[in-house]
């Protein structure tokens, strides 16, 4: 069995904005190039992070079947990225 930390890992994200100013976040660009699709926004709240420092609006996300947390802190976007706990 493996243990898992977690880090704040800020990302870069493609979003749509409406003619409201609504965002709907849609890829997920991590800095070595893997880009990952939002299949589908569940729910969108202001929370903190449970797991990291920081918070701000919090998208729960679906990504290939998964769900996932996107943080949107200001003008920056980062998630709850897992590390190998030592």
Do not use: H
């Not at 003619?19 to 939002?38: D, H, L, M, S, T």
């Not at 929370?47 to 769900?67: D, N, P």
């Amino acid at each position: 069995m493996q243990n898992f930390g977690c880090k704040k890992t800020y990302v870069t994200v493609n979003m749509d904005v409406d003619e409201e100013g609504r965002v709907y976040p849609r890829y997920i660009r991590w800095k070595n190039g893997a880009v990952f699709q939002i299949d589908r926004i569940l729910y969108q709240c202001r929370a903190v992070s449970e797991k990291v420092s920081g918070g701000g609006i919090r998208y729960t996300v679906l990504i290939r079947g998964k769900e996932s947390f996107l943080f949107q802190e200001g003008s920056r976007w980062f998630v709850e990225a897992k590390t190998k706990a030592i």
